[in-house]
């Protein structure tokens, strides 16, 4: 792979622009830069999940995804590039359904929170849905791999799911919603 970063600053980005992997310059906040930046915050708070004590099995099919998180981040980066495939969306779905299985199943809605590590998945969880906006919105402006927003939409539906594996192997209750009176609920 070589040195890529050999100088971390290039104050090219001093104006406000920053370069797509395409060569191409955009401005900081056009849609492409906040999708794949948001993939790459949402890797980010996964890293900081995996940093903390997880059930093994856990970690081990979730250290996976930060390197496709990454493969999604360089598609994004890059007009026109196809990295991501089905079979990324068809591993989530077959770890969703492992890990779901081990589940009682929900009958309330579930609020974030329990131990450091599910309260923090659920914070991925909401990171995942709004880099799933961002992708969207730049879908509506820009031709963009229609597997990228599936793969998104599973992630977020398997965080939700490790977030309540991660609260039932430490044996904390989950804090279920209670509406108040004045809801409608």
């Not at 996976?64 to 591993?91: A, M, N, S, T, W």
Request: charged content about 25%; aromatic content about 6%.
């Amino acid at each position: 792979m070589g040195h890529r970063l050999s100088k971390i600053y290039t104050r090219t980005g001093d104006d406000g622009t920053t370069g797509l992997g395409s060569g191409a310059r955009v401005p900081k906040d056009h849609s492409r830069v906040e999708a794949y930046g948001t993939v790459d915050e949402l890797n980010s708070v996964l890293g900081v999940v995996l940093a903390l004590p997880l059930p093994e099995d856990l970690r081990n099919a979730l250290a996976p995804i930060q390197h496709e998180l990454f493969d999604l981040g360089g598609e994004l980066c890059i007009p026109g590039r196809r990295v991501v495939e089905e079979y990324y969306v068809v591993r989530l779905e077959q770890v969703l359904d492992a890990f779901n299985a081990k589940l009682p199943p929900l009958k309330e809605f579930v609020l974030p929170g329990g131990s450091q590590a599910a309260a923090l998945m659920h914070l991925a969880r909401t990171v995942c849905r709004r880099a799933e906006r961002r992708v969207i919105s730049l879908a509506r402006a820009e031709s963009i791999n229609p597997v990228s927003l599936k793969y998104l939409n599973r992630l977020s539906d398997l965080l939700f799911v490790a977030a309540r594996y991660i609260n039932a192997q430490a044996r904390m209750e989950e804090i279920l919603w209670r509406p108040s009176e004045n809801s409608g609920a």
